[in-house]
């Protein structure tokens, strides 16, 4: 068995970022290393709230490091997802989300920073293991290979969550804006990851070094993960008996096996709607962020395939493919929301075969990693059963 992949999760809770933390914490192939925030689905001081506040949910607070990062980009002022989408607090939704302690707080902005944090986490493991998995804006992340140059020859990889590429990528709804196919989703053009810090995704995208260990989630992959009823469902209750074993069909009823299950979905369901009425999405909601958890496991026993093209094509699962991504930078906020400019837009280019460059995956094992994440929520009820009874033995 292969050892853990030491993970550090940069990201901006969120609701599929709470996804994202799960994923990360209890996976057993995956040792997190620490915790650093974001702005981006909301401020910094919520983001960091809200990090601390899902380990509490999920059994690890206190036990996994939480560092706040940038307030803002690293040119541009501070951009917030809108409150449809995550709410005022950035986690809408439920009333099950413990409360994080102020003290806790206090101390995850108290700290080093981000940069100095992931660092030091990146040097303390061996050269050519460590993943950072990015789920928000890449800002911490760019300032990070600023800062140290030389860990971008350290880490094994950079997986992403941002971007889009349109144009039948994938057979992903990515829904229509005046009669025309849109790209993006906080504009036509763009998706807002990228958007909300353009000049750093492209620091990071076209670095020479980073590029070709770089992985990238665009919604053409995330969109095409979506959390159906049948999803839905096995996150409440747990994976589906055999036919006939539980009622008739293996139907399942009530609120669900515990706390914690109830608001994930909770959760999911919060921004459904938008995904319906905007996107046309109506099957579910998509989950986005912690398919770049998923990807960091590729090479070792726990990897949830990742298809660099359509499993299901002529040439199958097993085509290569590589990328040049190029971020459209030219242009303000306003300019891509109110005078079409494509600000924010990730334009990939097929790089010739054999050549180095940024993956971009056309699909996974969707059925597989829904399985992997009701694991993990299995772990983390069990953890918080332990929990709960240790609290009750005092």
């Not at 915790?35 to 919520?46: D, R």
């Not at 880490?155 to 039948?168: C, E, K, L, P, Q």
């Not at 989950?287 to 496991?297: K, R």
């Amino acid at each position: 068995m292969s050892e853990p992949v030491p993970l550090w999760l940069d990201c901006d809770p969120g609701h599929d970022d709470a996804f994202a933390i799960l994923l990360a914490a209890y996976h057993p192939g995956i040792k997190l290393l620490g915790i650093s925030t974001v702005h981006g689905n909301a401020s910094l001081e919520k983001t960091t709230r809200n990090a601390l506040s899902v380990l509490s949910a999920i059994g690890k607070l206190g036990a996994i490091p939480v560092t706040a990062g940038a307030a803002h980009a690293l040119h541009r002022d501070p951009v917030h997802a809108p409150t449809d989408i995550h709410g005022e607090t950035g986690l809408d939704g439920t009333s099950l989300l413990p409360r994080a302690p102020t003290p806790l707080v206090a101390a995850a902005h108290a700290g080093p920073g981000a940069v100095a944090a992931m660092a030091a986490a990146l040097r303390g493991c061996a050269a050519g293991t460590a993943w950072i998995a990015a789920t928000g804006a890449l800002t911490n992340v760019a300032a990070l290979f600023a800062a140290h140059p030389d860990l971008r020859g350290v880490v094994r990889g950079v997986s992403a969550m941002g971007g889009s590429v349109g144009d039948g990528f994938t057979p992903a709804v990515m829904g229509v804006v005046d009669g025309v196919p849109r790209v993006g989703n906080y504009t036509p053009w763009a998706e807002f990851n990228v958007l909300i810090d353009p000049e750093a995704a492209a620091a990071v995208l076209a670095d020479p070094v980073l590029a070709p260990k770089t992985t990238l989630v665009p919604l053409d992959l995330t969109h095409l993960v979506l959390a159906t009823r049948e999803v839905q469902d096995m996150l409440l209750y747990g994976p589906p008996p055999p036919p006939g074993e539980e009622g008739e069909g293996g139907k399942r009823e009530g609120r669900g096996k515990t706390d914690l299950r109830v608001m994930l979905v909770e959760l999911l369901n919060f921004f459904a709607s938008t995904y319906r009425d905007v996107f046309g999405i109506i099957e579910g909601p998509p989950l986005h962020d912690p398919l770049a958890v998923a990807a960091v496991l590729a090479g070792t026993a726990h990897e949830i395939p990742f298809y660099d093209y359509d499993p299901k094509g002529a040439d199958g699962p097993g085509r290569r493919e590589r990328f040049a991504v190029e971020v459209v930078t030219a242009g303000t906020l306003e300019d891509a929301r109110l005078r079409g400019a494509q600000t924010g837009r990730t334009v990939v280019r097929l790089l010739p075969p054999g050549s180095e460059g940024v993956r971009v995956p056309r699909g996974l094992d969707i059925a597989r990693f829904w399985r992997v994440v009701e694991e993990c929520c299995e772990r983390a009820d069990a953890a918080n059963e332990r929990l709960a009874a240790e609290a009750k033995a005092l």
